[in-house]
């Protein structure tokens, strides 16, 4: 499905080879080969046109979600990869600064779960950004500084929540899915040809530039008919979109701010990985496009009635400095399906899920090997894994 690698060599499957290329520190990788979707992207053969459903999204809709309309959007497909879609920033100036805020803000708010609740109080965890941001807004370029509890977040879930011990979803374990999130994604997906699309589980993941996402599928939702919705905001990523299977090489493609990839059909269930969080390019701090804020576009000011306020953008543009953002979402039932009886085995494992966070780099050993916290009842214990296999 992707070439450009051996199937294996010296006793690596090509994933994990390319994986591990793309994460050297030193030296660099070289990133020519890197699939760049951008409007500045050049000509690859390998990059088809996608077509999208125009008239299933009014205007008004999209703007209401912070989004250009369709017919303006940028949106790409891959050859060999059917079901894949990406689209290439298509938010309204402003509307990538209100979903930043909400991911830092709003959505790390309680009852939604965090990474910091397996080793922190409730207490301590019910308002993160509160107990951030005036540190985060004066802090200085120096490691020696001790990090935010902002800094230290690496994931929260929303809607159904992921059980990363048992790799399901469990009617037991839900909460409300934010409304607003909820109504950008189901205009992506009816854009994307899924006009039935719910929105019911997310995964919220807060990469720095030393982190990264081990090799997965996602396929713990049990109706795998209905897309993954991923936004990207904040500095970039190479992505990799591989195979069915482990020994297929990956296809690298760049991930910027404002991106949204879409994956249904066989894509749906493809092997993918984030190895490495790549710097703005052109050496400015932020991109470009999160420069313009919807509190100074009025054509924006309809889309949302909690709008990112210049005090609450120097929080957020502060953390972005060396941060990504990356929203998922995606539907767990499909219509008039249930879950399944505790009793029944076998749902719910996802393939290369072994950890339940994404690292970062001084956390693994020059061998591979990362050090994860695993839950011992109420106390937090070190174990090793394959760095290749860390959840988000």
Known sequence: MAAGLSARESGEDAFRKLFKFYRRRNPAPDFSAVTDFSPNRGTDSKVLDAQLSVSAVSSQDARKAGLQPVSEWKAYGLEGYPGFIFISNPFLPGGQCHWVKQCLKTYTQKPNVCNLDLHMGAG??????GRSKEQLRHKGSSRQEPKTLLEKLRWVT??????????????DHHTAFPTDLAFLSRQVAAACGFPQFEAEAGILNYYHLDSSLGIHVDE???????????????QSSVFLLGGLRRDEAPTPMFMHSGDIMVMSGISRLLYHAVPRIVPCPGGTALPTCLSQLAFQNSATSSFSPDLCTPEDWEVCSKYLLNSRINMTVRQVLGPGLTFPAESEEGHGAVRGYEGSYHTDSDEEHSDGIVKRPRRNGGNLETSESDASNITH
Do not use: Q, V
Not at 124 to 129: I, V
Not at 222 to 229: A, F, G, T, V, Y
């Open 124 to 129: 301590e965890t019910t308002d993160l950004w």
């Open 158 to 171: 929303l809607g159904f929540h992921y059980n990363w011990d048992t790799k399901k979803y469990s009617p």
């Open 220 to 234: 713990s939702e049990l109706d795998h008919s209905r897309p993954l919705l991923s936004f990207s905001f904040g």
